[in-house]
């Protein structure tokens, strides 16, 4: 039990401990592979190893650390593992380990540019970076938010502002006409929570049809856009994707900026999972047009090996964000507020944790060039999965894979019902994953008008190898003949 006196581990107290969980990390990052990544618990079962309420004086570190040890790690779903292949697979580097250390003992909260000048300036500076990286104009301004959807949601209330003048930020939205965003039917469902959040309704969150490879139809999208606007509905905001979530397509970001730019919408663009690719040359296309775009989201703690969580919102209007959702009072006025930038004026919330430390450690530890070693070996890794599958009889790809990400199932000869070939793609996955090795997880996609179950395996750890795609492979096969 701790010193009833003591109002902090002491400093000797502090550094031996601060050893001891600096061994584990590296003792952990050395052999996450012994891990399994997803841990066998059902709902409810970890809780039963926690006290139901606090402790009243106080536990001692020795045993804080020992229960983080035996129950806290067991329950993790390991992200930081090599055979991660679920949703999009990411890294927590040492370098953003380290630095989020740092952050927590620092302790800095960066609402205002005097509660940290450096908070502000290292954020500033590391997302001006990204963006030279990114090959976007210098009229873009970084900043960081949590996750691309407090990300979309600042850039849609921005957006949200500028169609209304402004009259949305005093009068709601009641006396306005009906408000709408476009986005294609692939968006992520982050887009349609900021509608909601914002108050212009889900259905006023307008879905575009896509094209073959699941990109956004632009005559589609002018199609609705005119029709919209025949019935006496504002646009605000049109969001692009590069990267989807389920097939990580790249919308035609030119032909959708054409669009806004003709009819004086905002043009958002969503690259929070693809957008760090085109730090690599030959991947830059993805990102052509998004220049001529008002914002666009990119995040780091996806594939850029920056620990959870770490959005950067770039956006070309600092103004309109700030007129949207600034509100100063007296107590938070500050000398330097007309020559500097208070970043609590560009997002939803006031306190902001020190974010740009870690995003700055992790860029100058990589360095471009080996992070773009790495993202173009998650890119082969993927391409060489890709062929098994092609070249694998009962198997099929089921979309493109443009980036790290392969979408497929298997397809026993003779079976065409697509209720029982969920099913034994539903029992492949549940039984490769219950083996512990790896944890991939499923999609769906439309195609000839039939809904496809899908397998998807993400490539995105920097641990990740040849050998942990070939086991995968292997252990999906065996899963599949157990029929
Ligand atoms: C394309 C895309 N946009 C946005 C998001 C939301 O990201 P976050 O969890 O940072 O809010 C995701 C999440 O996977 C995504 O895939």
Redesign the pocket.
């Known amino acids: 039990m701790p010193d009833p006196n003591s109002v902090d581990l002491a400093p000797e107290e502090l550094r031996r401990y601060a050893h001891e969980v600096a061994d584990w990390i590296a003792d952990f990052l050395g052999d996450v592979e012994s891990y399994p990544v997803l841990p066998a618990l059902e709902p409810g079962e970890l809780s039963e190893s926690l006290e139901p309420s606090g402790p009243v004086a106080g536990n001692s570190m020795d045993e804080i650390l020992a229960d983080f040890r035996e129950v806290i790690v067991p329950g993790c779903t390991q992200w930081n593992h090599p055979g991660f292949h679920a949703?999009?697979a990411n890294t927590g580097s040492g370098p953003g380990i380290l630095a989020e250390a740092l952050t927590a003992a620092l302790n800095v909260n960066g609402m205002v540019w005097r509660t940290g000048p450096a908070v502000t300036e290292v954020e500033l500076r590391a997302c001006d970076w990204l963006r030279q990286w990114l090959g976007l104009p210098d009229r873009f301004i970084g900043h960081i938010e949590d996750?691309?959807?407090v990300s979309t949601l600042a850039a849609l209330a921005g957006a949200r502002h500028r169609a209304t003048k402004g009259r949305v930020r005093d009068e709601g939205l009641g006396a306005l006409p009906t408000l709408r965003v476009y986005c294609s039917k692939e968006a992520?469902s982050?887009v349609q929570r900021a509608v909601i959040l914002l108050g212009m309704g889900l259905s006023n969150c307008r879905t575009i049809e896509v094209d073959d490879e699941f990109r956004m139809r632009p005559e589609a999208l002018q199609g609705a856009i005119d029709e919209d606007r025949a019935a006496g509905v504002l646009p605000v905001a049109v969001v692009a994707?590069v990267?989807?979530?389920s097939t990580t397509s790249v919308d035609p970001t030119a032909a959708v900026a054409d669009i806004c730019e003709r009819e004086d919408i905002w043009l958002h663009v969503?690259a929070?999972?693809g957008g760090p690719l085109a730090i690599v040359p030959e991947f830059r296309w993805i990102l052509e047009g998004v220049d001529r775009a008002d914002s666009l989201v990119v995040?780091p703690h996806k594939w850029l090996f920056v620990p959870m969580d770490c959005?950067v919102l770039l956006c070309r209007h600092m103004n309109t964000l700030r007129e949207a959702l600034s509100l100063v009072p007296p107590y938070l006025m500050t000398p330097e507020d007309d020559v500097a930038r208070n970043l609590m004026d560009y997002g939803p919330a006031l306190g902001r944790r020190f974010r740009g430390l870690k995003l700055w450690f992790v860029l100058r530890w990589y360095g471009l060039e080996r992070l773009q070693m790495l993202l173009r070996k998650h890119v082969e890794l993927a391409a060489t999965f890709a062929s098994w599958v092609d070249e694998a009889p009962g198997w099929e790809r089921v979309a493109p894979t443009p980036m790290s990400v392969v979408l497929f199932r298997h397809l026993p000869e003779g079976i065409d019902d697509e209720a029982e070939l969920r099913q034994i793609n539903e029992q492949i996955l549940h039984r490769v994953n219950a083996q512990g090795s790896s944890f991939s997880s499923h999609t769906e996609v439309k195609r000839g008008g039939r809904t496809i179950y899908a397998l998807r395996m993400a490539v995105g750890n920097a641990r990740t190898e040849l050998r942990h795609l070939e086991s995968f492979w292997r252990a999906l096969r065996e899963a599949s003949v157990l029929r």
Do not use: L, M, P, R
């Open positions: 949703y999009f996750t691309a959807s992520h982050s994707t990267g989807t979530t969503d929070a999972y995040n959005s």
